[in-house]
């Protein structure tokens, strides 16, 4: 009962639960209209086409319209919008965003004329260089104050559709989505704690299926050359996919499964975390030190992200670069980050491993221990990225009606009218609770999969197992608190003043 | 033209944006209309708005309630009496918080 609990979908078809039978997920593909539109082979495209011309606007407007970041299309949908509207979808539903990634369609394009011939070298199959990727976003976003800066935000989409044609364009598959784009990899942990996933409705059917569509595709009759549906390009076979991660949303299964036995399902949000079943084309979570720094960087990074936002760490900077005489950004931005993304990190959960070592007697060595417990981490860290991206989303939701306004009113098409800058967002005395609210959230289910994990792994005292990881993400949760009730203080330099 | 603003450091609060217009030969510049907006350097901050009142020929003051600590971009927009139109901005970086 308790398994069918956890995860609807993700149940052994051998064996029999005890309880009374389960309720069907909810299958949004189901849903009149919407389920049908989705079904529809085009519907990813159809989605693609807005976000690739609202991608082109921003990178022309980022390049050639006004300096000012708040008048500026390219910062004002990247640094409030994208990231806002992203972290709600995933929350309220799932990985939508990497279904609507313009920079795919681009790629597709390329792709009825370019061929890649090679495959990812079996070295780099991994999260590491999505991991580096991720920290160093997260470094140069406040060593270069990206936010303000309409003309650098417009450069790194232009760097991204660059990065993704030519990884795209020499390797096959899905390969710069699966090892390399780091907004990918925050899309998949954080979609670990959405309320749907892509998965088999029924398993007998797959028992039952021999083509493999899912994965390979369909092929012309007679010639393997000819493709006619993509199968799943990022490696995850659906009958062994537990899951959202490394899962892109393309719906390419779902057009491939010759049974319709695909569908868009509910699940218990963060109920995958509390498992470590083998994953197609994942493996086992507690096995993957990479996904386990991915993890990491996404918790640690999120707080690490927000307190670059906050007061007082002008305070700490100010004090780094007098007791260390520098001053250099670059150096006390690393310094912070090595504190943050590594020091922080290896204290926390070093010292619960250890407590969970000698005291709940689990038996694994420190470091499976690290990466088994680590995942408990993840909706709270999401908790943080909502709040603090949530914040920004929501305060400054209707600055795109000035913007746009603007944008028409420069190019001699001002059918909106002149621009009404006071038009902002949502007062604060909503927002702050509903900060609170994604934080305590993400603290509830960050208490939830310890509790299943500690159960699992010491079931005589399981409270001892949980206790060090329950102080960790209380310690964690603190420091969110602390920070979501702290003056913002957006500043362009950290060395200033 | 001179801009200045005052109290040194910013805080978060009121502050004096001080505007001096002269042409080339140095005659103060009067009966210009100027409004004064604030930007944060973030997007999706509410932005400021204030206008400038003539105090002495050619000098103009306006007070800017800066809302929040952080860096902020101060644009003069400037109507000559002529007609003729001009913008300036000022960057006001590390605007201090109060608590």
Known sequence: MKKALLNTNMHDPDKEFDGPAEAPPFDLLKVPLLGRLLMWRHSRTLVQIPLLLVSVAMILHGLLGPTISPKNLATVLTWVHFRGALVLVLLCAGNFFCMACPFMLARNFMRRFIHPRFTWPRALRNKWIAVALFALILFVYELFSLWSSPWLTAWIIVGYFATILVIDGVFKHATFCKYICPIGQFNFLASTVSPLEVGVRDRQVCSDCHTRDCIRGRHAPGSDLVILQRGCELALFQPGKVGNMDCTFCLDCVHACPHDNIGILSRLPASELMIDPQRSGVGYLSKRKDIAALTLVFCFGALMNAFGMVAPVYVVEAWLSHLLHIHHLAPVLGLLFTVFLVAEPAILLGIAAWITRTWAGVTLSWLPLIIRYIYCLVPLGFGMWLAHYGYHFLTGLYTIVPVTQGVLADIGWPVFGTPHWTLVGLPMYVVEPLEFGFLLLGMAGSLLVAWHLAEEDSAEHPMRAFTPWAAVCFVLFLGAIWLVTQPMDMRATLMAG | ?99
């Open chain 2, 1 to 99: 033209m001179q801009e200045m603003i005052s109290p040194q450091p910013v805080r978060v609060g009121q502050a004096t944006i001080a505007i001096q217009l002269a042409d080339a030969s140095a005659k103060p510049v009067t009966h210009a209309k100027i409004s004064v907006e604030g930007d944060m350097s973030h997007p999706g901050m509410s932005p400021i708005f204030a206008t400038a009142t003539e105090t002495s020929p050619g000098m103009y003051t306006a007070q800017l309630d800066f809302n929040m600590g952080g860096d902020w971009v101060v644009l003069s927009h400037i109507a000559l009496a002529d007609g003729r139109k001009l913008e300036r901005r000022i960057d006001v970086s590390g605007v201090e918080s109060n608590q």
